[in-house]
């Protein structure tokens, strides 16, 4: 907010080190996706700063909706698919030249997918 430069709107919190890229959703104005030092991305949706769902983790941020701690080496880049029926499918690349292509399973990003049918140990 510009009008309060001294205290941020949201602080999302989930990486340990510095945040290397960040791209917002072309499919949703609230989801982005940031990339880290630490090797990691993290997919987070602003829509759902308010939510108090029960994660099972008291210290999990609601905004977090997806960690992919997959590569070896650190995540310059990420980006989503440009295809509308594989939005949620993400192509990142770390230092060691390594390229993944990935999704985060359905049930954890859409809502209205019935998880009682998944093992959620595996989720």
Known sequence: DIRKFHKPVMELVGHTDA???LKWAPFNDTVLMTTSLDRSVICWDLGKHDCQETTGDE????ELVFKHVGHTGVVREASFSPFNEDEWVVASVCD?????????HEGIYNDEVDLDQYNLDVI
């Open 19 to 21: 945040v290397t890229s």
């Open 59 to 62: 210290n999990a941020a609601p």
């Open 96 to 104: 060691n030249n390594q390229l993944q292509v990935w999704a985060p």
